[in-house]
């Protein structure tokens, strides 16, 4: 291959990597923070139910494009292997959680019932400084369905600071 031969192929290649990266920056979309948390603390009801209220709580946080949710199974087993339990009931243990998995944020609370009252409350820290940056309740008396499919959808928007306010999104 002659000189120009190969400062053309090299110019050809460089443009390339470099169409390459823009297209990879661009086409990925803005990237969304991490929030990892584990199941909340369970008050008053089954704990079977905290979880699957949990996982339906992190379907709708992740569908409000704010953050980027863990799974409760990776949670779980990357906690366990450090030896830490599966909860994190304060802000302390959320941080220590939060650093390792590798997170921008970390959540605990609880999410319990009383006869016919519902109650789900989390705070979010930021794992990097330790400042609690939402601290969110939601009171629901009367059907369990309406707390699955209003109060559970609502609750993650006002987590992810979009919370709808007549009819308009924050």
Do not use: W
């Not at 929030?35 to 699957?52: Q, S």
């Amino acid at each position: 291959m002659n000189m120009d031969a190969l400062r053309l192929h090299r110019c050809i290649c460089g443009f390339g990597i470099i169409a390459c990266t823009l297209f990879s920056a661009f086409s990925a979309g803005p990237v969304r923070p991490t929030l990892g948390f584990t199941v909340l603390e369970a008050n008053g009801i089954d704990p079977y139910d905290a979880t699957v209220y949990c996982q339906m709580l992190r379907k709708a946080i992740d569908n409000a494009g704010v953050y980027k949710t863990l799974e409760f199974s990776d949670v779980t087993m990357r906690l366990a292997e450090q030896g830490l339990p599966n909860s994190c009931p304060d802000a302390h243990s959320s941080i220590v959680a939060g650093q390792i998995l590798g997170t921008d944020y970390f959540g605990f609370g609880t999410i319990g019932s009383v006869g016919k009252a519902f109650l789900i409350s989390m705070q979010i820290v930021e794992v990097r400084t330790g400042r609690i940056i939402r601290d969110i309740s939601e009171f629901h008396k009367g059907k369990k369905k309406a707390f699955e499919k209003k109060v559970i959808p609502r609750f993650a928007q006002k987590l992810s600071g979009i919370e709808k306010k007549n009819g308009q999104k924050k």
